[in-house]
């Protein structure tokens, strides 16, 4: 929407890029009602200030087009073999510009040898696990390490969320709880936050965790499950370990936090509590929403690959509902980030017409006053009326 002012506050984190200032300072400004608009730059460097008003363009990065369960293309559709599999890997449009001659004519067969060891796929390239379970890996290769704990971890979660249970047993909300218990140990798995205004607890001490002897059960149990699908990258093959070493992809297999060392229990306890906190800085509360985001992600991918015909297809229900939790959560941060009270505490005193015969002799002015209750907001108000339009 247009405005007649629009204020930059500090260096906002380093959130704040040329592209977004520009498109920001360009709604200043209202057609039709303002012949100006006003930019008010408030504790920020000359340097910085330039930089944005410059405009300078950023660098435009691609995305690496090597994956490794890039083998998995031709194993779910007809209409890709492995000759086009392994003519991806030829010669990527990065090295052409850099021009530079690394090899990775090998990457497709490493990827084919990984998904065979990992037991996804057989020597003859056809599904070894469930058809969707591959689907959902696919769908979730911007997060190797976690698509393929996923599929390890999903005859898990059919056999506590699913065998036996009834068909309303997903709509409770304690299900839904120990599902994303479940759920956080290898997706968004970050190391403790340590930041003022947030809990210093980790996942596993929390009182929820702690409280119920099951939960303590599957707490073990669910660690249990990710130290063993990670145990498994240490058995591979030496021919397929020096694959994975030379092409950088044993680092991207592996979850980011090891077995055994505290994780980040921010993102559980506000999935619990149903909103994000509010009282911490806004970087912090910007990355919080970009790990939400990508909770929300992984979990509807899951539902949209597995509510289809096939072995884990009763998880559908479950997965739909926790992504409607988060989907609620995300509209709520962004309402409360949005729809605030007005907390300049200024108000504008009207014209009015001065008694001629006044004491001071300071008859026949009319004058506009601003009065500035929040001291907080006098910077903002002098350098606002400095740039103001003159009517």
């Known amino acids: 929407m247009p405005f007649r002012t629009c204020a930059f506050c500090g260096d906002m984190g380093g959130l704040l890029t040329p592209l977004m200032a520009q498109q920001m300072s360009g709604r200043t400004g209202r057609r039709g009602l303002d012949t100006q608009g006003n930019i008010v730059y408030l504790g920020m460097q000359w340097n910085d200030i330039s930089g944005l008003i410059l405009g300078q363009v950023p660098d435009i990065r691609g995305v690496e087009p090597l994956y490794p369960t890039m083998a998995l293309a031709p194993v779910l559709s007809d209409h890709v073999d492995t000759r086009l599999g392994k003519n991806a890997c030829l010669y990527s449009f990065k090295q052409f510009q850099d021009n530079t001659s690394d090899v990775t004519s090998d990457y497709f067969d490493m990827s084919c040898n990984l998904l065979r060891e990992l037991g996804f796929i057989g020597a003859d390239l056809r599904p070894a696990v469930c058809f969707t379970a591959l689907t959902t890996c696919f769908e979730l290769r911007a997060s190797i390490a976690e698509s393929l704990v996923v599929v390890q971890s999903l005859p898990y979660f059919y056999e506590e969320f699913v065998v036996g249970k009834n068909k309303d047993f997903a709509e409770k909300m304690q299900v839904q709880v120990d599902f994303f218990a479940r759920l956080l140990h290898f997706i968004d798995r970050h190391e403790p936050l340590n ?109 949209n690959c597995l509510c289809q015909i096939g072995e884990f297809q009763g998880l559908e229900t479950l997965l739909r509902k926790c992504y409607t939790r988060i989907k609620y959560m995300l509209s709520d941060a962004m309402n409360n980030e949005t729809v605030l009270t007005d907390q300049s505490g200024a108000s504008i005193k009207p014209f009015e017409e001065e008694d001629a015969d006044a004491p001071d002799g300071s008859g026949g002015g009319a004058e506009e006053t601003v009065v500035t209750e929040d001291p907080s907001v006098e910077a903002l108000t002098e350098a606002t009326t400095s740039l103001a339009v003159n009517e």
């Open 195 to 303: 930041v003022p205004g947030l809990s210093d607890v980790e996942f596993s001490q929390l009182q929820i965790i702690l409280k119920y002897p099951e939960r303590r059960e599957a707490w073990t149990k669910w660690e249990d499950i990710i130290a063993h699908s990670q145990s498994r990258l240490d058995n591979f093959s030496e021919e397929l370990k020096e694959q994975l070493e030379r092409t950088g992809v044993m680092s991207e297999i592996r979850l980011p936090v090891d077995i055994g060392k505290p994780i980040d229990a921010t993102l559980f306890s506000a999935i619990v509590a149903q909103k994000l906190p509010t009282d911490i800085p806004s970087t912090i509360k910007f990355e919080l929403k970009k790990r939400l985001f990508h909770v929300g992600t992984t979990v509807i991918k899951m539902h």
